[in-house]
């Protein structure tokens, strides 16, 4: 008898810091693939207010509660090319969250530009649910750094480290 392949998927970001929105899109990503890749981008030209490895920790924490109810979750840094990264852990499909109108251009010129460089992977593109499709990382930290309220946004493990982050660092004079 021949078994089906295992459907490997890789949802790629920079998780500055997860989100709601990340957490919608991975949860409906494990309805298409039987394992699951977080890849956590170094991504330094973001200059991102998390480490890479407080990045991977916070996702882990986040998707524990999935992998506990029997999900194949894995949470991977990388800093190579996305289509790199997805040939080294065996993926037929990259993930891709779509926000509005305005993603989508940038996301279509670069699912063009990795079926380019590897049309054995293909794209998927997955629309954010109504009740996320406003949230960002950067606006989560905008509103947080002003000292809004972001739980509604964030686990409680993010924003208590969100929080810690806002703590440790001064004002800056206008």
Same mark, same amino acid.
């Given at each position: 008898m021949n078994h089906p392949k295992r459907? !490997?998927?890789v949802y790629p970001g920079t998780f500055d810091p997860i989100t709601a929105g990340h957490m919608d899109i991975i949860? %409906?990503?494990?309805r298409t693939v039987d394992h699951? !890749?977080?890849?956590?981008?170094r991504n330094a030209g973001k200059s991102p207010m998390f480490s890479t490895e407080e990045r991977v920790e916070m996702v882990q924490d986040d998707v524990t509660p999935i992998v506990k109810n029997g999900y194949s979750v894995? #949470? %991977?840094p990388f800093d190579t090319l996305l289509m790199h990264f997805a040939v080294a852990m065996n993926a037929t499909v990259v993930i891709r969250g779509l926000r509005a109108v305005s993603d989508f251009e940038y996301?279509?010129?670069?699912?063009?530009?990795?079926?380019?460089?590897n049309p054995q992977v293909e794209t #998927?593109?997955?629309m954010a649910s109504e009740h996320v499709q406003f949230i960002s990382s950067r606006f989560v930290k905008e509103i947080g750094r002003l000292g809004g309220d972001?739980?509604?946004?964030?686990?409680p493990g993010v924003r208590h480290r969100l929080l810690e982050k806002f703590a440790q660092?001064?004002?800056t004079p206008e």
């Open positions: 459907r !490997i998927g949860q %409906r990503a494990l699951l !890749i977080v890849g956590v981008a894995e #949470i %991977r996301e279509f010129q670069m699912a063009g530009m990795n079926a380019r460089l #998927i593109f997955l972001i739980g509604q946004f964030v686990s660092t001064p004002e």
